[in-house]
């Protein structure tokens, strides 16, 4: 993957502090910081951030930066929401991180989420004439939303005032980031 420049650029990851999947979190944050990004992680508290593996085996820790409820959305240029099954469950559930998707979305900022991540779009209500992909399992609560499920890598949406980029799994988290990339190369877009 080229190397891109995203000094500049500032990221906001909303997570739970237990079930993420480790990769869908911990590669892009490695691949966001090391192409020079801010890159913020808000947990539920402040503690450390769980990982899982394949939603079962006990992954790597990650330190949160802050607490979704001391968020300001505004700051920020992308919003991305990871997976794992017990964390995107719990996660549309946490009125502050329903607050941090609907700050982006209205205000035409871009929201990358993969595998059971849009659950959290779901909730919040933004699905609406979207285009995206998920884990397979989400396919239903997507068309329910009113979006259209593709089972592609990668799916980029621009429609709607917003950008979308979502994946369906840690092996799509190359084309994932690809986009997510290619969405912050554009420019800061937060005020």
């Known amino acids: 993957m080229a190397e891109t420049d995203l000094a500049g650029r500032r990221v906001l990851a909303i997570v739970t502090n237990y079930g993420v999947e480790q990769d869908e979190l911990v590669v892009p944050l490695e691949h966001l910081r090391s192409a020079g990004a801010d890159v913020d992680v808000a947990a539920v508290t402040i503690d450390p951030v769980e990982t899982l593996v394949g939603d079962k085996d006990p992954g790597t820790t990650v330190p949160p930066t802050l607490r979704l409820q001391d968020v300001d959305p505004a700051g920020y240029d992308l919003l991305l929401v990871p997976g794992g099954t017990l964390n995107a469950d719990s996660l549309r559930l946490e009125d502050a991180a329903i607050a941090a998707v609907t700050s982006f979305t209205t205000s035409g900022r871009p929201v990358a ?8 779009l779901v909730e919040a ?34 429609a709607g005032g917003w950008t979308l980029v979502t994946s369906r799994n840690p092996d799509d988290l190359p084309d994932f980031l690809r986009e997510i990339d290619a969405v912050l190369a554009v420019g800061a877009v937060h005020a």
């Open 113 to 120: 989420a993969i595998c059971h991540g849009p659950w959290v």
């Open 125 to 158: 209500g933004v699905l609406e004439g979207r285009t995206l992909t998920t884990y397979p399992s989400l396919r239903t609560d997507v068309r329910n939303a009113g979006g259209t499920w593709e089972d592609r890598s990668v799916v980029r949406d621009d």
